[in-house]
């Protein structure tokens, strides 16, 4: 059996065809890549060829150069951007190709990285400012449930949503009122809920009485050695105490807490890492696993 040889079959070429020696450069402004534009035949009438960038501004030109006719094969050069991006060739006689101008180092940084940053870093704004936040302890008004130095996260979309999901025991951030004193002016409070709206609150014979009876409060640091007369707190308004009853400066001193100036509820601490851990509203630290 006589095994015949298949012959090869030249590709017709319908058009022109591009070649570019390096097939990529630097986006330096300065690289160059060497351009062979190859015709089936020789060109009869001028070819307008167009070399653009489709990077940031759709197709901006780089350069027009105009083919003679009578030839079949030219030769030009691609000078690189300094952004990176796509070259585009293309021409009124069917050459389209495309080269790449591919970033240094550096530019990969500016603009691959830097993006990234300042998506992270929007991101983690718009988390500080109505989600979650980081919130220091820096007095004793809170002992024993936080400590100086404890360092809390607190919630603070529940509050955007919805300032009616504060509850008695909370622990809340908040923006003092201006009875608070000057010196307070800048400074975000932490304190407990005691009293909602509409709570009658007096503090008598070293215990909080809420709505006539006295509330066993097994978190504070000693019983308050103070008397405050009844009052109802009206509404839109928060009655706070600290936990360290007598050395705080809270709702006993300048009354009450609009609800408006709640910043968000204290949800767990994390740190120091011996303290870590969910606060519940019995002034309890539950240890994370």
């Known amino acids: 059996m006589l095994l015949r040889r298949a012959k090869k079959k030249k590709e017709k070429i319908d058009g022109p065809s ?3 020696t390096p097939s990529r450069i630097l986006a330096n402004g300065k690289s160059r890549s060497k351009l062979r534009i190859s015709y089936p035949q020789a060109l009869t009438a001028p070819d307008k060829v167009t070399i653009s960038r ?14 003679e006719p009578g030839r079949s094969e030219y030769h ?17 006689q069917g ?4 080269l790449a101008f591919y970033p240094s180092h550096l530019q ?14 929007l991101i983690a704004l718009f988390l500080r400012a109505f989600v979650v936040a980081a919130f220091y302890i820096p007095s004793r008004s809170m002992e024993p449930t936080l400590l100086v130095r404890d360092r809390l996260i607190a919630d603070k979309i529940s509050f955007v949503l919805n300032i009616d999901n504060v509850k008695r025991g909370d622990i809340i951030i908040f923006r003092p009122p201006p009875e608070a004193g000057e010196g307070s ?18 503090v008598e014979n070293g215990s909080v009485w809420v709505n006539g009876e006295a509330l066993e409060e ?29 050395n705080s400066r809270d709702s006993h001193a300048w009354n009450f807490l609009p609800q408006e ?7 767990s601490i994390f740190w120091p890492p011996n303290r870590a851990g969910l606060i519940r509203t019995d002034g309890i630290t539950t240890a994370l696993d």
């Open 18 to 20: 591009v070649e570019f």
């Open 261 to 267: 100036n709640v910043i968000g509820k204290a949800l």
């Open 76 to 92: 030009l050069h691609v000078q690189s951007a300094r952004r990176p991006g796509i070259c585009k060739i293309a021409s009124e």
């Open 95 to 98: 050459v389209r190709a495309e």
């Open 218 to 246: 097994e978190y504070i640091a000693s019983p308050p050695a103070y008397y405050y007369e009844e009052v109802t707190v009206p509404q839109g308004m928060l009655f706070v105490l600290g936990d360290n009853r007598n």
């Open 108 to 121: 990969a940084v500016v603009f691959d990285w830097i993006p990234t940053f300042v998506m992270a870093f």
């Open 54 to 67: 489709g990077s940031f501004r759709e197709d901006e030109i780089l350069r027009e150069v105009t083919l």
């Open 185 to 202: 002016a800048n400074k975000d409070y932490i304190k407990r809920v005691i009293g909602l709206p509409g709570d009658r609150i007096k």
